[in-house]
């Protein structure tokens, strides 16, 4: 069977749905092929299963990129507060979490339903398990699976990138950017939890589930949020965060005490200088475990002025260079993808081959955490959708 529509749209995701949305109520005809059972999967685990579909502090900086300034055109023509708009119609509940995170009070399954109800009301086609066999371009695009071939002057490749694969993650879209000749910067792993080396993971990964709030630092990056201790490493969000940018055997430095200083008890020289004293004074800022455990492996040299203040340092710069990641299978996003130097800013379009389009996740722009890659994916995929 043969179908003609304006626009091919690889991916029933975020991006994807926002596209067709954008281009179906403009009176483009537009057919969403999802090659799963159903559309948005990564939308109904986001957020613990609540979706942080956007951030209200979204700003280009917390985005990056082989180019820092390419996201901030796409950004600024379809917002966050454009989003809630959308969201507040449906009449859907939500709350801020923390730092600007936008969560829906019941399920992710309400932005979902939000989506399916936009498309379906611009008259957006939708084919599920739809497996793709072969994408190609002869006067326009055209698409084959099994049984169908779809064609369309437009195609949009919304197939997201290389996380999560239990729910489908593959290097589709990255193939598809091969086979016309579109460079790629190098996927990895993003927002995802570290691993420790064996000598460290023996001193601390039984520890497993303490959390405390910390100042991780890599290079010029610094994130100041909680850090959780995993039976294999570190994770948390300041972890996730500085994932993104951290690069194999780089050290980190965590800070687990900022703004504290532990040492200044001791000033009062009615204060005993005892391991007692001093694991007390540790156990207010830290959980009780880490604490001691520190202390443990980080006692002073000796009581004086000049040790305790030694021993202040290595608290607020813990220095370790992680074994590695847990790569795809836990990583939130997947950073690096389809060049931006190939990609019009303002419509996703690629420069080289009119009519094809990359948006969302599969494009080298990466989101922090905290709702800023959803917002790409409704920025891009809006950008797209209203220049098709």
Known sequence: MIHSFD??????????????????????????????????????????????????????????????????????????????????????????????????????????????????????????????????????????????????????????????????ATSFGYDLARQFNIAIREPRPALVPLLLNPDDRSRHCDLGGVSTEVIASCATQHFREKMLITHRGLSGPAILQLSSYWKNSQPIQIDLAPDREIAAAFRDPNTPRTPVTLRSELR?????????????????ASWTNHALADFEKQLHAWTITPAGTEGYEKAEVTAGGIDTDELSAKTMETRNVP???????????????GGFNFQWAWSSGAAAGRAL
């Open 7 to 168: 626009a091919i749209i690889l991916g029933g995701g975020a991006a994807g749905l926002m596209c067709a949305i954008e281009a179906g109520k403009r009176g483009r005809r537009v057919a969403v092929l999802e090659h799963a059972d159903r559309l948005g999967k990564k939308i109904l685990i986001s957020g613990g299963g609540r979706c942080n579909f956007t951030n209200i502090h979204c700003q280009p900086e917390n985005f990056f990129s082989s180019n820092p300034h390419f996201a901030k055109s796409a950004l600024a023509r379809y917002t966050p507060a454009d989003f809630i708009v959308l969201v507040e119609k449906h009449a859907i509940p939500y709350h801020e979490k923390t730092l600007g995170q936008l969560f829906c009070d019941r399920s992710a399954r309400d932005i979902l339903g939000m989506l399916e109800t936009e498309c379906h009301d611009a008259h957006v086609t939708i084919f599920l398990n739809t497996k793709i066999r072969q994408v190609g371009r002869t006067t326009e695009f055209f698409a084959h699976t099994a049984d169908a071939e779809f064609h369309a002057p437009a195609l949009v490749v919304a197939t997201g990138g290389l996380s999560i694969p239990k729910i489908g």
């Open 355 to 369: 009519g094809l389009f990359f948006i969302g996740e599969v494009v080298d722009v990466t989101g922090h955490l």
């Open 284 to 300: 207010k800022f830290l959980p009780h475990r880490l604490a001691d455990r520190w202390l443990d492996l980080h006692p002073p």
